[in-house]
């Protein structure tokens, strides 16, 4: 694929229709800096001099696929809360719809809190509920409903806060299969086997491990070749898009074998790389991109959030220009 091509399916983005169901949290920070010892127990104190709050999990790969053009909407489940008011406003912000995020009295929105001083992070702090939803049915069937509607890509993002329940995730991916419409997913533990039949697969290294119950040498790329061609195997996806952190990451597909290392500068936080990688990867796949080319511009995508200190969303003009940089000083 040349420049030219890219820049053509970047163009567009803005025609394709995208639905995203998980859980959907806050990221909070707290920045400070560290002087002296507690008094009460052998800990830092920290004084605190900035807070942010962010968009996280499902909401920040909202809000990724929003930033990159394409229409968005986010099926997800949150506490009727005042986390849940803050989270329903800073999508707003962005522009994306709220109606499909339901509010529970039974549970309290996710929240995760860093604390970061001299440049890392010190302790963080996670306030959730982890049980499956009570609202599956209500649920499900707000979901069936948008997929019926034009959609293109259904990306499953699943942090294991219990949006997606074991029928959540068949239904939904027997009714996308009837309907012709790729589904992705971001898996974590829980129910790591159970996306059968789906078009791209994207744990990272120690979800890879814990998933197929086995050690993989990141160093050694036939290892990790044959450990995501049996996860591939055995979930009959189309491919497993496993991502490695700073080295980069690697695509297991039908048609090949493809890894690429991590463009860019220096890795300074690792956080909300595998949603902006999932992000580029989906978008690139609705247009039948190859699986070489898609690995390619994810790791330039994921390089570059990992340049930023926190949960970061990608820029979609300063991507490009990265990727043109790439290809030209690569010859691509």
């Known amino acids: ?8 399916i970047f163009s567009n983005f803005n025609k394709k229709n995208v639905i995203i169901i998980g859980d959907s949290m806050l ?7 560290i002087e002296k ?17 962010r968009l996280g999990g499902a909401a920040n790969v909202a809000k990724n696929i929003k930033s990159l053009g394409a229409n968005v909407r ?26 499909t995020i339901l509010s529970s009295n039974n549970r309290k929105t996710t929240v995760k809190t860093r604390i970061i001083a001299k440049e890392k992070h010190q302790l963080r702090v996670d306030e959730e509920d982890t049980f499956y ?6 649920f499900l069937n707000m979901v069936l409903d948008i997929i019926s509607s034009k959609i293109d890509i259904i990306l499953l993002q699943d942090y294991n806060k219990g949006i997606l329940t074991k029928k959540i995730i068949t239904e939904v991916i027997r009714f996308a299969k009837h309907k012709g419409i790729s589904v992705i997913v971001d898996p974590k533990k829980e129910n790591f086997l159970e996306y059968k039949g789906c078009d791209i697969f994207k744990p990272n290294l120690k979800e890879l491990e814990e998933g197929i119950q086995k050690k993989v040498n990141v160093d050694n790329m036939a290892n990790i070749q044959e450990s995501t061609c049996y996860l ?4 009959e996806a189309k491919s497993i898009l496993l991502t490695l952190s700073s080295k980069g990451l690697c695509i297991n597909s039908e048609k090949g074998f493809f890894y690429s290392p991590t463009h860019g500068g220096d890795v300074v936080d690792v956080s909300g790389a595998g949603d902006t990688v999932i992000s580029i990867a989906s978008l690139l ?7 070489k080319d898609i690995s390619i511009i994810s790791s330039i995508a994921g ?11 990608i820029n979609k003009e300063k991507l490009l220009n990265e990727i043109i940089k790439v290809y030209t000083k690569n010859n691509i």
Request: hydrophobic share 35%.
């Open 232 to 235: 591939r195997q055995k979930l």
């Open 303 to 313: 390089g570059l959030v990992c340049q930023t200190v926190g949960v970061a969303t």
């Open 27 to 33: 990221d909070a920070y707290m920045w400070g800096k």
């Open 285 to 291: 796949y609705s247009f039948n991109v190859n699986y």
């Open 133 to 138: 939803i009570t609202e599956e049915q209500v």
């Open 37 to 53: 010892m507690s008094p009460e127990a052998p800990v830092p104190v920290v004084e605190i001099s900035k807070h942010e709050i």
């Open 74 to 99: 986010l099926c997800s489940m949150i506490g009727n809360d005042i986390n849940g008011k803050k989270l329903k406003e800073l999508l707003r912000k962005e522009g994306i719809d709220t109606t």
């Open 1 to 8: 694929m040349n420049i030219s091509d890219i820049k053509n």
